[in-house]
């Protein structure tokens, strides 16, 4: 499985290429779909640009997404985007309109509560357990671990040279004994490094301009749509070499 990530935290700054508005997103997903993404990750925008959980902007979000495209579409319940663990749960529980899941980081403050409010209403959780925290500790004990839709490996480490084995090590320490799927990848310099290695292990990856701004070779991305085709090819060489 290829995830696309559309936009992370990334805004009008980084590039005219980072989909913000409901319909930018809705266009970039509909190219990356096409491009062959099974599943997308969004950051829906405030007007001014920066991450909300709010429900009118959710559904706004969504209801763009799902007129241009027939994956599972899911969104970020990053604390950055609400501080106030206790606030977050409501936003969750004033959704209108629901994701097909939700990505919830295990080492933040309030995640229980945030991935259970998820998990009652209906909407898959997706563990964001990141190198360098002591998510993995903290899923491992979780009464929820074993109801996530999947655990997203998240590799922090932005060095190409060292993103590799920071992943091993964050797979290691992953309890597997929950038997959920894991998606594995990394981020700026680490990004192709993680994805090249979740290839040749053969895990579910993702890709996108959260995630990276460049392609391969190092020349920047024009699109969602361009990084999902190199990932693609990217993952089938590695494929190949891991069997």
Not at 187 to 200: F, I, S
Request: with cysteine; glycine share 10%.
């Amino acid at each position: 499985m290829l995830q696309v990530c559309l936009n992370g935290a990334r805004g009008a700054a980084d590039g005219a290429m980072v989909p913000l508005s409901p319909a930018a997103l809705a266009e970039s997903a509909a190219l990356a779909v096409a491009a062959d993404a099974d599943d997308i990750h969004v950051h829906p925008k405030t007007p001014c640009g920066q991450d909300t959980l709010s429900p009118r902007v959710i559904a706004a979000t969504l209801d763009a997404l799902r007129a241009r495209v027939r994956v599972p579409v899911g969104v970020t319940t990053g604390a950055w985007a609400e501080p106030d663990a206790a606030a977050r749960v409501e936003r969750v529980r004033g959704w209108t309109v629901l994701p097909d899941h939700a990505s919830v980081n295990w080492h933040e403050p309030g995640a229980e509560e945030v991935a259970a409010a998820l998990l009652d209403r209906g909407v898959g959780v997706e563990a964001g357990i990141w190198s360098g925290t002591d998510g993995a500790a903290r899923f491992a004990v979780s009464p929820l671990a074993s109801r996530v839709l999947r655990v997203l490996a998240e590799v922090t480490d932005p060095s190409p040279e060292t993103a590799p084995d920071t992943a091993r090590a964050l797979l290691a320490g992953l309890d597997t004994g929950h038997g959920r799927p894991v998606l594995l990848h990394g981020e700026d310099g680490g990004a192709w490094p993680v994805l090249r290695l979740a290839g040749r292990l053969g895990l579910a990856t993702r890709i996108g301009l959260e995630d990276t701004l460049l392609l391969p070779d190092g020349t920047p991305a024009t699109s969602n749509a361009q990084l999902v085709t190199a990932a693609r090819a990217e993952y089938a060489r590695e494929r190949v070499r891991g069997r």
